[in-house]
């Protein structure tokens, strides 16, 4: 067959009829192959073997399929803390307004998967909308490097600020037909409160990751990851500034697992 070269690190390749053709990559697997007179290169193991236009697309079946189901599950319940009713202070000149301990109301958790994984490509484009004087997602889990629009849906001016530490901006007011939408790119990891200047009772959390596995649980803290790679990671479970609980846990293909916090 042919050479590898100009093929990037986790490319697959497809030979059709002597032509290489790029398919779509599969993360965490080595160079898959097809040829249909040299072989099969599956999962790093080379089966020389000529295969008829039929073995040749149940193979290619075999690639796909195998990458479809074979990724793991984690699922489970984290323990949330009661709600509590905190008065907030709108602290718009002070460099330090966050509160010490930075919490979702109503309490929610955000479970991810820690590790060394390959960023994806694109990203898609996360809203934090400010309806009837509040923001409608009190919780906003996305990956670094995410771009967050702040629509205003009232019939009000809002002027959304933060002064936290990975991510200080100030959207300065601005009306309900707002053009173009005020937008932020959330481009260092960490925890961003935000604030509104006009409605001092407002407050919202965007938590900003490291990893591209990750889920908000529901409010009794219900989680469900899906599509996870194979392999040996820590689970986290965040749930306040100060609160990240973890368990190693070993990821083993199409298998599902069940991990509580605490």
């Known amino acids: 067959m042919g050479g590898m070269g100009g093929m990037g690190e986790g490319s697959w390749a497809a030979f059709f009829w002597g032509e290489r053709r790029l398919i779509r990559p599969l993360p965490d697997r080595p160079y898959t192959m097809l040829s ?22 149940l193979a290619m079946f075999v690639v796909v399929a195998g990458n479809a189901w074979g990724q793991a599950t984690v699922e489970g ?22 509160p010490a301990v930075v919490q979702p109301d109503p309490p929610q958790a955000v479970v991810y998967l820690e590790g060394n994984f390959a960023r994806p490509k694109t990203l898609p484009l996360a809203r934090m909308p400010q309806k009837h004087l509040a923001f409608t997602n009190p919780l906003l889990p996305i990956l670094v490097g995410t771009t967050v629009e702040f629509p205003n849906e009232d019939d009000t001016y809002h002027n959304i600020f933060s002064f936290s530490k990975p991510k200080r901006f100030d959207l300065g007011r601005y009306r309900p037909d707002e053009v173009p939408v005020p937008t932020q790119v959330f481009d260092k990891p960490g925890v961003v409160m935000l604030h509104c200047d006009i409605h001092a009772h407002m407050r919202a959390i965007i938590l900003v990751l490291e990893t591209p596995y ?4 529901d409010t009794q803290g219900g989680y469900r990851l899906e599509n996870l ?19 190693e846990v070993d990821l083993k293909v199409g298998g599902k697992l069940h991990v509580d916090f605490p």
């Open 214 to 217: 990750f889920q908000k649980t």
């Open 77 to 98: 319940t984290v323990k949330l803390p009661k709600s509590s009713v905190t008065s907030v202070i709108n602290k718009r000149y002070d460099m330090n307004g966050d």
């Open 36 to 57: 249909l007179y040299s072989g099969v290169c599956l999962y790093g193991g080379v089966v020389p073997m000529k295969l008829s236009p039929i073995g040749f697309f």
């Open 229 to 247: 790679p194979a392999g040996h990671y820590r689970l986290k479970a965040w749930l306040d500034s100060k609160t990240t609980l973890e368990k």
